[in-house]
């Protein structure tokens, strides 16, 4: 069935890095654009960032933009988020989604079940 | 960025009576929205895109309204199953942005 399945999460110190990965399956993966998106803990919803099909675009929210890269390897079927400089305002639940179309951001129509980063000292 | 408000943030609602929640955008975005359904513990579900658009295996009784910045989502008969968080975002914009959410709950 069409699974997305995050993994990578775990406690880090602040200025610490954390690479999330999120596996794809029961879909075409290189036909679609794919988003992170976060929940701080007891909060709302928040996009992170979002990749082009191809891989050739990537866009990313103000708060992670120059800290965080979104990639992806079609060949895998995987989405990764590389996190650097990490702070207390980054940790929540990061969920992987995938896009309903390929080349611009648009709706989620699948979700991963999330992985949770903490950044503590 | 486009600032996406909800109302009302807590809707008490009796199991078959109407439940109608709105979303209100700073800015047009036109029929860029969608709204999405998340209960505790669980990722959230797509429930509409496009503004109207019902997403696969979606019930009739989830239906939205609206264009430019104001949007609508009705659940016309509300079932066990529905009491949640129930968010907007939209997509016409980059730095997509989510509403803050209205939980719709058992009155």
């Known amino acids: 069935q069409v699974q997305l399945v995050e993994s990578g999460g775990g406690v880090v110190q602040p200025g610490g890095s954390l690479r999330l990965s999120c596996a794809a399956s029961?879909?075409?993966?290189?036909?679609?654009?794919m988003h992170w998106v976060r929940q701080a803990p007891g909060k709302g919803l928040e996009w992170v960032a979002f990749?082009?099909?191809?891989?050739?675009?990537?866009y990313y929210a103000d708060s992670v933009k120059g800290r965080f890269t979104i990639s992806r390897d079609n060949s895998k079927n995987t989405l990764y988020l590389q996190m650097n400089s990490l702070r207390a305002e980054d940790t929540a639940v990061y969920y992987c989604?995938?896009?309903?179309?390929?080349?611009?951001?648009?709706?989620?129509?699948?979700w991963g079940q999330g992985t949770m980063v903490t950044v503590s000292s | 960025e486009i600032v996406m408000t909800q109302s009302p943030a807590t809707l008490s609602v009796s199991p078959g009576e109407r439940a109608t929640l709105s979303c209100r955008a700073s800015q047009s975005v036109s029929s860029n929205l969608a709204w999405y359904q998340q209960k505790p513990g669980q990722a959230p579900r797509l429930l509409i895109y496009g503004a109207s658009t019902r997403a696969t295996g979606i019930p009739a009784r989830f239906s939205g309204s609206g264009s430019g910045t104001e949007f609508t989502l009705t659940i016309s008969s509300l079932q066990s199953e529905d009491f949640a968080v129930y968010y907007c975002q939209q997509y016409n914009n980059l730095g997509l942005t989510f509403g803050g959410g209205t939980k719709v709950e058992i009155k």
């Open positions: 990749i082009r099909y191809d891989g050739s675009n990537k």
């Open positions: 989604a995938k896009d309903i179309v390929a080349t611009s951001p648009n709706a989620f129509d699948i």
């Open positions: 029961g879909f075409t993966f290189s036909s679609y654009g």
